[in-house]
């Protein structure tokens, strides 16, 4: 059901509550950071300043495009089998900022393609879901 409502682009449930999900999200990852970083409140998405890693701001916000690419990460690893998620996804990491969108690094030249061609649409709306507007993203090979 999950995957046909993002394949769908159902819109938000009735009771859908956008603070109540953002405190459940701070926690969260206040949580899963446990000893290794300061929590940081940015915008209502809970962030890490995790070792010397440096921030990649996503334009037109102030938000950490790692940390939105990790939530990302969260939400399709919840449509997907482990072992799609793995192979396409595994290892993928946001090295910079394109525009006003971001460019995530995969494994190789198919992983690229494979992503562009089946995912990129779901990508794209769980980026929105979790930015507010429109995050255009572009993959880049090892």
């Known amino acids: 059901m999950l995957v046909s409502a993002v394949q769908g682009d159902w ?54 495009a790692q940390e939105i690419w990790a939530h990302v990460l969260d939400e399709l690893r919840m449509q997907m089998t482990r072992a799609t998620f793995d192979t396409w996804l595994g290892g993928s990491q946001v090295v910079g900022v394109e525009g006003e969108g971001m460019v995530v690094l995969v494994r190789d030249a198919y992983a690229e393609e494979w992503l562009r061609a089946r995912w990129l649409h779901p990508i794209q709306r769980t980026l929105r879901g979790i930015v507010g507007r429109a995050v255009p993203v572009r993959f880049e090979r090892r």
Not at 28 to 38: H, I, L, P, Q, V
Request: hydrophobic share 40%.
């Open 11 to 64: 819109s938000q449930p009735a009771l859908y509550d956008a603070d109540q999900a953002r405190a459940v999200w701070k926690t969260w990852r206040s949580r899963s950071n446990g000893a290794a970083g300061e929590d940081i409140e940015l915008d209502g998405i809970g962030a890490s300043a995790v070792g010397t890693r440096e921030a990649i701001i996503l334009p037109g916000t102030d938000l950490d």
